[in-house]
């Protein structure tokens, strides 16, 4: 790519960019967040206090640091460790299922079977890693809080169910309203954050006064994670390389793949614990803001992907002390 055409898509891309940032002001995670809570990717959003009560709780720890995965499914081994937890069951003891031995809940599961909260999917089965419907939560639920039966029927689309009369407990216990006017959505999985209201009612469960507060680098990463593209189009760094082409000349293309392979192994987010050398080309962030602005893609965040190649093409390309030799990597 040459210099002029490399100078049009750096302009157009922080044209998008700037576009971007006035729909979302800098350090804003959601409309509401305020930087607090035990999860960025639930701060600001509708389930935000119901998280934050299971986590205050003891119920959750979320799916790794600083995240929830809020709009990820609910699996049934998940389900099974947030009943446990909830209420206080004995992780003890097989669970005379046949197929949850390698699950990380497998002592959950055998937890709520013996309680009777779960008869399993299939005879000697519970399949820990399929989703949770919302008419088997109801039967979880149901059954966790030993829910007397519901009168009528609260919904127009439950009939056929065959947990139609769980459903009708748990809306005559105020735990669930529906999806819509007069309809349940029996079928459709439920998200974790979905979740985490129903067990907040359920179990009465208060959103803690005080919150952490979220570390500002962790913002910045859920930030670029959450406003990039739609790259990769595959695994490690390879999956990079429609990004790559935007940049670089063809002859060079496939080294700069490598050197990505070699200095993050195609993670946007890697960040060198020691240098602080971040992003695919890992940057160091003391050079950043002026290497960005030269590029033309000053104000972006040193882990957003696109703004991390346009540098790195930029260094090879028109920096005045140009060419590979700013990567260990050599490609």
């Known amino acids: 790519m040459t210099h002029t055409s490399l100078t049009r898509w750096a302009t157009f891309a922080l044209t998008l960019a700037l576009s971007v940032a006035l729909a979302i002001p800098a350090g804003a995670i959601a409309e509401g967040a305020d930087g607090r809570g035990p999860f960025v990717d639930t701060d600001g959003t509708l389930h935000e206090e119901a998280v934050a009560a299971l986590w205050a709780a003891g119920i959750t720890d979320g799916c790794r640091e600083w995240r929830y995965c809020p709009e990820e499914p609910l699996t049934r081994g998940e389900m099974a460790a947030f009943l446990t937890r909830a209420l206080d069951l004995p992780r003890v003891g097989p ?6 031995g390698e699950s990380p809940f497998a002592l959950d599961i055998a937890a709520i079977a013996r309680a009777g909260i ?10 820990p890693h399929l989703a949770v419907t919302r008419e088997q939560m109801a039967s979880f639920l149901s059954r966790a809080l030993d829910l007397p039966p519901g009168d009528g029927s609260a919904f127009v689309d439950d009939a056929s169910s065959v947990h139609s009369t769980d459903i009708n407990s748990l809306a005559a216990a105020g735990i669930t309203r529906g999806c819509d006017v007069d309809r349940y959505c ?5 998200t974790r954050a979905e979740m985490a209201t129903f067990l907040m009612r359920a179990f009465e469960l208060m959103p803690p006064e005080d919150l952490p507060i979220i570390p500002p680098h962790v913002i910045e990463e859920y930030l670029a994670e959450r406003n990039a593209p739609a790259w990769p189009t595959g695994p490690g760094a390879e999956g990079w390389r429609p990004l790559v082409e935007l940049f670089f000349d063809p002859a060079d293309v496939d080294r700069a793949v490598r050197i990505i392979a070699c200095e993050s192994n195609g993670n946007p987010s890697a960040r060198n ?7 695919l080309f890992q940057h160091m962030p003391r050079y950043w803001a002026d290497r960005s602005s030269s590029a033309g893609y000053g104000g972006s965040s040193i882990l957003d992907p696109e703004a991390n190649v346009a540098v790195a093409a930029w260094l090879v390309y028109d920096y ?3 060419g590979w030799q700013h990567w260990v990597c050599k490609g």
């Open 273 to 279: 614990p020691s240098s602080g050398a971040s992003g």
């Open 118 to 127: 779960t008869f399993g999917c299939h005879a000697q089965e519970f399949c």
């Open 186 to 190: 029996p079928g459709r999985p439920v």
């Open 95 to 100: 669970s005379g299922f046949v197929d949850v």
């Open 320 to 322: 005045r002390a140009g």
